[in-house]
């Protein structure tokens, strides 16, 4: 199958309201050409070096978004272009967010990650330290950071009425959370859910952007020490 063809096959079950975010994490750049010929413009990737290694060979016209666990340390690489970062999952690392966009004089738009599997090993604040986290006066102080919603990942289950409740909490707390801090506040309006296996019910649950791989890429081969 072609790139356009699987792109086709797999937006046929996503609405217009809703962003698919095109994870190309171990594809080559050649693969992300291609997404891009067909029109596609928002690419996810959750490794720094492998983004910048692609970025420099690709139309600059690209939407990056940052998708998986990121580091403190590694902020400053991607501050100046990047276009959302889905994973923030410590004060910290928002603390460097704004640091760093303070110094590119850029605002990053930024989505606050919950832990909302059942798995320990997710990354990702408990909704408890979430609202913890907003009632701090600090928040108010990040000046070059743009909460824009919420991220999460379901757990890794065949069981899909629990990866359901699961999109079903994530939504419930953006609710709550948008309605306590961010009722006047238009762009925290996003919900970012859904994998391969699981995007059709993220987008039921109310999901805005989706994040999917090999469902339009294929299996990913971890072992080639691929140079991009
Ligand atoms: C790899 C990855 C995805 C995409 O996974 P697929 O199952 O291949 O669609 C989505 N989100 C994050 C955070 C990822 O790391």
Same mark, same amino acid.
């Given at each position: 199958?072609? #790139?356009? $063809?699987?792109? !086709? ?6 609405? =217009? ?9 171990? +594809?080559?750049? =050649? ?8 029109? +596609?413009? +928002?690419? /996810?990737? %959750? ?13 600059? =016209?690209?939407?990056?978004? *940052?998708?998986? +666990?990121?580091?403190? @340390? ?12 889905? /994973? #923030? =999952? ?9 640091? $760093? ?39 108010? $102080?990040?000046? @070059?950071? !743009?909460?824009?919603?919420?991220? /999460?990942?379901? &757990?890794? &289950?065949?069981?899909? /009425? ?17 309605? @306590? ?7 925290? @309006? !996003?919900?970012?859910?859904? *994998? ?8 039921? $649950? ?5 994040? #999917? ?11 080639? %020490?691929?140079?991009?």
């Amino acid at each position: 199958m072609t #790139v356009a $063809e699987r792109f !086709e096959q797999v937006q046929q079950y996503i609405p =217009d309201n809703v962003r698919l975010i095109a994870v190309t994490k171990t +594809h080559p750049v =050649d693969v992300i050409q291609a997404s891009y010929d067909y029109g +596609h413009r +928002h690419f /996810g990737e %959750n490794k720094v070096q492998e983004l910048l290694a692609k970025k420099e060979l690709l139309p600059s =016209d690209i939407v990056w978004h *940052m998708i998986g +666990h990121l580091q403190s @340390n590694k902020v400053k690489q991607i501050a100046s272009f990047v276009g959302l970062i889905h /994973g #923030v =999952d410590s004060f910290k690392l928002l603390q460097t967010i704004d640091k $760093e966009g303070k110094k590119n004089q850029r605002i990053i738009p930024c989505l606050l990650q919950v832990h909302i599997a059942e798995e320990s090993t997710k990354f990702g604040f408990s909704p408890l330290e979430l609202k913890e986290l907003l009632l701090s006066k600090q928040m108010d $102080e990040f000046k @070059n950071v !743009e909460i824009r919603g919420l991220m /999460g990942m379901a &757990t890794f &289950t065949e069981d899909k /009425g629990q990866v359901r409740r699961e999109f079903k909490m994530l939504k419930s707390l953006f609710t709550e959370i948008k309605q @306590n801090w961010y009722s006047k506040v238009p762009h925290f @309006n !996003e919900i970012s859910m859904g *994998m391969s296996d699981d995007y059709q019910i993220a987008i039921e $649950e109310g999901a805005t952007m989706v994040r #999917v791989g090999s469902a339009l890429f294929g299996e990913r081969d971890y072992s080639s %020490n691929r140079t991009f």
